[in-house]
Structure formats: structure tokens, C-alpha cells
């Protein structure tokens, strides 16, 4: 197996340790004060990907042996970064507008249609695949995972946002890793309480604050760093995962996630966020996008051959999934005589939903 190096301290240690760089994949790394000890190192089959590098040194690890794959030009991104997002680094200066973020860049990016240039869009690849493998070592457990799924539209301060906001934290509390898809609305709400560092008397005066700016669509910037400073605040650090995309870049991730797997491609981002929710899937009211989160974690379900293939499936509120939005008779009559019947659930309260994970 190949031995990835993600750190300057790691590409040291390793080399002081075996002598050599000999089949490792050597991720992202400042290597141009390391010159003379690539030089004198083994770097047969190893792999260089987005390493500064001079181009003496990139020609004398390709002649020995060494596959160096240098930085796309032209795009907003690191291709090969080698570990998740978080909030902090994606609203980097937001003080001067959010287009100016990391964040605000690559949406802007992906609407000059720039991404469908075949270079650009072997960066866009390269870069969803390295997030995905930031991701694995995020999360190596998927047992423990339990997805959170809900409407972006959501307004902080609602009923429906403190509620989800509790549902998180009451999950992170019993030891799960609490995964959403990484933007506002319930989303956001799952991340801020499976972050949260306080009593339940603080989170609810956390979501008073946040109310003040209840939505993201007067201005990302009052959104954003409203939420940060509440972070901030309430030491919001409890491991939590958002899985967000710019394929929905009106859909600002939201700042509580403490890592954020961004992806371009949202075909791939749906099934890498499912696929981590080994724990289970609860689904808070939402439009559209959790419909169809719904129903393409049924398929797994549906055509599960096993038991230990079964996730349950929790739909929080009787008369939204039975009359505003009545997924759920559907979803009653596809599982209906076959293994995913009885991880099928539908409640109305948020310790229901709980109880119905176990």
C-alpha cells in the first residue's frame, strides 16, 4: 500500500525513519527547501501531487523514476489538498465581501462555465477525489454515523431550527458523528447542536442570537459572521461533518460544521454523504433536495440483500411527511414485505426519532 505524506513533519520523519520515499504519495506539500534531501533520497514509484517544486527538482525525481503532477493552472483551488475544508479557511476575508471568499471564488468560477475546459475540469476531478479521501480519514467509522437531512429554507430562530438544533446535540451526545449536508436551514441547525460546547440553556440562547439574521438571502456576510462569532462564543468544536457543494451556490455552507467536505460534482457529493450515514438517516422537513436524499437512501434499503445492509430510515413529523409533503405513504408501500419494512420510521418527536436508530 502506499504511504501517504500530508505534512512536512510526516515527509520528514519518514525519510529520517526508512530512507526513502520509495512508493508514497507525497500530497500537497512546500518541498523547496527539501531539494537536497530529494536529491539523495529513493523516490522510485513515488508519487508528487501539487508539491511546489523547482523545475530542476521536478525534472530530477521524474528522470528517477518519480511521477510529479504539478498545480493546475487558472483555477481558484488546490486540486490536491489533503485535508477537509473548514469554515474559517472557506470565508477567509469575508470582511470585504463574500465573492472575495475562497468559497465565494470557486461558486464564481463554476459559473464563467471555465470548469468545463478539459484542464479545469481534470482539476475539478482531481480536487472532489482528494476531498473524498480527506473524507475517509475524517470518518474511517461509518457505523457511527447518522445523517441529519432538512430544508436549506429553515429560518434560524423557528421552532423547526431548535428542534433540529437539539436533535444534533442530543446525537452527538450519545457518541454519533452527526453528518448533514453542510449548508443552512436544518442543516446548519444539526451542525450548530452536534458542535456545541454548553448546556441546552446556552443553545437555545445561541439560537436566540442567531435569530437576528435569520437567513442567508439578505446577506451572506450578516449570516456568515454572525454564525461565526456564535461559534466562536459557544466553543462550538464537538466533531461534526457538513458535506456541501457549489453545484448549489446559493446555498453558503454554514460555518458550525467543523469539517467540510466540498465537493463540485453533486452527483458524487449525494452519494458520498449517504454512504457516511452507516448509523442512519433522519429526515426533518425539507423540500426537493431531501426528497430526493430520501428516496435515493431507500434504494439502498430496498434492494439491501442482508440485514447488516439496513440503515434506518426516520422521517421526523406526522402530518408534513404525510400530508404537506406524503413521502412517506410511498415510502411505506415500497417497503412493504422486504428486509427495509421494519428500519422504516415515521414520528413526531425528536426523542422518537432517536429511539427509532436503535
Not at 438544533?165 to 452527538?172: P, V, W
Not at 452519494?271 to 422537513?285: K, M, P, W, Y
Request: charged fraction near 20%; proline fraction near 5%.
Amino acid at each position: 500500500m502506499r504511504r501517504e505524506i500530508e505534512t512536512l513533519d510526516a515527509f520528514d520523519a519518514h525519510v529520517a525513519g526508512e530512507g526513502t520515499l520509495r512508493g508514497c504519495a507525497v500530497q500537497s506539500l512546500d518541498l523547496t527547501a527539501r531539494q537536497p534531501i530529494l536529491e539523495r533520497t529513493d523516490v522510485h514509484n513515488a508519487l508528487f501531487l501539487g508539491c511546489d517544486l523547482s523545475a530542476s527538482a521536478a525534472d530530477s525525481l521524474a528522470r528517477r523514476g518519480a511521477l510529479v503532477f504539478p498545480r493546475l493552472p487558472d483555477v481558484p483551488f488546490n486540486a490536491y489538498r489533503a485535508s477537509l475544508y473548514n469554515a474559517d479557511e472557506l470565508y477567509r476575508g469575508l470582511d470585504r465581501g463574500y465573492p472575495s471568499t475562497p468559497d465565494g471564488r470557486n461558486y464564481s468560477w463554476t459559473l464563467r462555465g471555465a470548469s468545463s475546459l478539459l484542464d479545469a475540469a481534470l482539476a475539478r476531478v482531481l480536487h472532489d477525489h482528494a476531498i473524498s479521501d480527506a473524507l475517509a480519514e475524517a470518518a474511517p467509522d461509518q457505523a457511527l454515523g447518522v445523517g441529519i437531512m432538512g430544508g436549506h429554507a429553515i429560518a434560524r430562530g423557528s421552532e423547526a431550527y431548535r428542534r433540529t438544533a437539539r436533535l444534533g446535540a442530543q446525537l452527538a451526545a450519545s457518541g454519533r458523528l452527526v453528518v448533514t449536508g453542510g449548508g443552512p436551514g436544518a442543516m446548519e441547525a444539526a451542525n450548530l447542536g452536534a458542535s456545541f460546547g454548553g448546556t441546552a440553556a446556552d443553545l437555545d440562547a445561541a439560537c436566540d442570537e442567531l435569530a437576528s439574521v435569520p437567513t442567508f438571502h439578505h446577506s451572506i456576510e450578516a449570516w456568515a459572521s454572525l454564525g461565526l462569532a456564535v461559534r466562536d462564543r459557544y466553543h462550538c468544536t464537538k466533531p461534526t461533518l457538513g458535506v456541501p457543494t457549489w453545484f448549489y451556490g446559493h446555498e453558503p455552507p454554514n460555518v458550525f460544521a467543523t469539517g467540510i467536505a466540498k465537493y463540485f460534482d453533486n452527483a458524487i457529493r449525494e452519494d458520498v454523504l449517504l454512504s457516511l450515514c452507516g448509523g442512519g438517516l433522519i429526515f426533518t422537513e425539507g423540500a426537493a433536495g431531501t426528497v430526493q436524499e430520501i428516496f435515493q437512501s431507500v434504494t439502498r434499503n430496498y434492494y439491501a440483500a442482508e440485514l447488516h445492509q439496513l440503515r434506518p430510515l426516520v422521517l421526523v413529523g406526522l402530518d408534513y411527511w404525510t400530508e404537506t409533503v406524503p413521502a412517506y405513504p410511498l415510502l411505506a408501500a415500497l417497503a412493504s414485505g422486504r428486509l427495509m419494512q421494519p428500519h422504516v420510521h415515521l414520528v413526531d418527536t425528536i426523542e422518537d426519532a432517536i429511539a427509532a436508530l436503535d
